[in-house]
Structure formats: C-alpha cells, structure tokens
C-alpha cells in the first residue's frame, strides 16, 4: 500500500511517500521567512504552505516514483498546531483524496511525534507496548504512556512553555538567531555545564515548567552584563551549556520519576527537541547505568515531517480508520481524543 502523507501544522511544508511502513521520500520545505521575526509569524506561514505544497507534494511524488494513481489512501496532520497551517494541509489532502476518490485519514501531530518509532529503519526495533513516550518539542512537553498504538495516556505535560521554546527562549535572550535550540546544543559542546547555576522548578509529579527558568536566565544576564559589556560573548559556551544543564536535568528527573512510577523503561523519545546531542547522550548514560531500553527516531523524523504522519495514517489504514469528508482542521487536539 502507497499512503501519501501532509503535514503543515506550523512552520515546515512536509510530503511523504510511504510504502508499508518503508518511507519512499519525504520531502520538508522549512519557511525561512520566520528567521528575520525571531518566531514563527502566523500568516506567513500559512501564506508559504499555499505556495509551497503542490511543489512539495510533486517532489515527494516524484523522489518516491509513483504515479498518484497509485496511492492508497492520503493521510494528513488534523491537528493540534497553527488553525490558517492546518486549513492548508487539510484542504488539499481532502481535495485530493477526493478527486483520487481515496480514503482520507486524519493524524494527530502529536501521536504521529510518537508513531515515528515505527517507520522501519534499517534493523533497529520499535519500542515493545508499554512504554513511555517523551514528547519534546517547540509546542509540547509531554510523558506518555503509551500501552498500544491508539491506547495513549498522558502522564505529565508542560504548564507553561514547551520545552523547545526555553531552548529557542534562552537563545534569543544570548542574543542568536531563530530557532536557537540547536545553536545553544552547538555550543554547549564547547562550554562548561557547571560554570553557571540556574534554579530548576518545583513542580509536583510529572508535569514541566519552563517559564521560571527563562526568567532567571534573563536576570542572570541583565547582571553580569551591567558589570560586563561582553559578558554574553565571552562566555557563550559555558552560557549554553549551563542552560542546556538544567534543562536536560529537568527532563532526566520527570523521566525517572515517570519510570519509578510506571515500571516501565522502555523510553522512546520524540519531537525536535530530541535531536539534541546532549539528551542523546544522557539517555545513552540512563541505559548503561538504570537499565532502560531507550529510542530516539532518526534525525529528520524528530522535527516536524510528513513521514511520521505516513506512518500513522499506515496503521489507521490496516484497521480502515477512515476519515469523512466533512473533517475540519482542530488547533487544539488532544492525545487519544
Ligand atoms: P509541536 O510538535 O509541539 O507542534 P513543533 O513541531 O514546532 O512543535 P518541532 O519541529 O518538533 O516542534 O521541534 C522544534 C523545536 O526543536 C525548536 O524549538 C528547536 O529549537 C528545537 N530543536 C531542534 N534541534 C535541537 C537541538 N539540537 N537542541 C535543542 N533543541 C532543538
Ligand atoms: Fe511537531
């Protein structure tokens, strides 16, 4: 089975070809535009995906070498992200479907974040039910636990920022461009994780806060900047790495609280934040040292893509979880709903 896959909930144009669970192309068209606004600018994005998806779509298409007389059914991102995004991505999916006269399959962005696991990669193994799913993106900060494909719980998620944006937030506060999470994990490389103490939130059970850490970062620097023009500067790397320090510190002890609660350690860990270099290796450390069976998807299936989307529009499709034409787009979208 062929399964086309949309995904335009924020910022990034994405199509994906899948065969089964084999992913044939995937192509994503990240809106540069947003760079010079130091955040995603709603209208602009939606303006970019109308222009960019039939390309992206052909692309996909194309690299994949299939016919759209071949396709199996169209899967796309219903939601939750961006309400003029989404409109996009679900028009044309619905069109399509229609005019192919395919069965059309909605997908949750943030259980396709998860789902990822399962695209087949080389031999790696997906995570065996139950595990505990770490969602880590610029909208979300979630642990999940996640008993079957469809049979998800959500454990704990942020109460205020996301997890990506103190990353993105702490970056712009050091003066770099949008999006800084992977600038900040860039020079933390360099610097020292212990030059520098920031306070980690108190926050009962499994839930996340982030908005006190941005805060004291920001006092931080208005402090040593008043004593030190070039305080910023200077010290940028072991600036970087005391962030990333506490924020990596924050989700270790929310996992192993979520582990000690469950039992469960099988970890499988997804959205952009993932690709960071520093919870890649301290995930590595947790294996070795507590014996959990950790998972992190490939690079390009950890931001957004339309591949995750495939893959969960595959399953739905084995169980004819079809989706009715009078589908509208949900900003707001629950996990399981
Ligand atoms: P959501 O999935 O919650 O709707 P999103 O789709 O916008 O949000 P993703 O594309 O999954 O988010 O992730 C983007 C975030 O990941 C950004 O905040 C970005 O800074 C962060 N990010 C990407 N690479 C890294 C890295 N190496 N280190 C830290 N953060 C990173
Ligand atoms: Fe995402």
Known sequence: NYILAIESSC??????????????SNVVATQEIHRQYGGVVPELASRAHQQNI?????????????????????AFTRGPG???SLLVGTSFAKSLALGLNIPLIEVNHMEA????HFIEDGDKTPPK????????????????????HFDMEILGETLDDAVGEAFDKSAKLMGLPYPGGPLVDKYSKLGNPNAFEFPKPKVDGLNFSFSGLKTSILYFLQRETQKNPAFVEENINDICASVQYTILEILMDKLTLAVEQTGIQEIAIGGGVAANSGIRARLKEAEEKMGWKTYIPKFEYCTDNAAMIGIVGYLKFLKGDFTNQSVAAKARYAIGS
Not at 58 to 74: E, P, R, T, V
Not at 113 to 116: F, K, M, P, T, Y
Not at 129 to 148: E, N
Request: charged share 15%.
């Open 11 to 24: 910022d990034d144009t994405s199509a994906a070809v899948l065969c089964n669970t084999k992913v044939l």
């Open 54 to 74: 039939v390309p992206v779509v052909h692309q996909a298409l194309a690299k994949a070498n299939i016919d759209k007389k071949q396709l199996s059914a169209i």
């Open 82 to 84: 961006l309400m003029g």
């Open 113 to 116: 974040h998860i789902l990822a």
């Open 129 to 148: 039910f139950p595990f505990l799913g770490m969602t880590i993106s610029g909208g979300h900060t979630q642990i999940v636990k996640v008993c079957d």
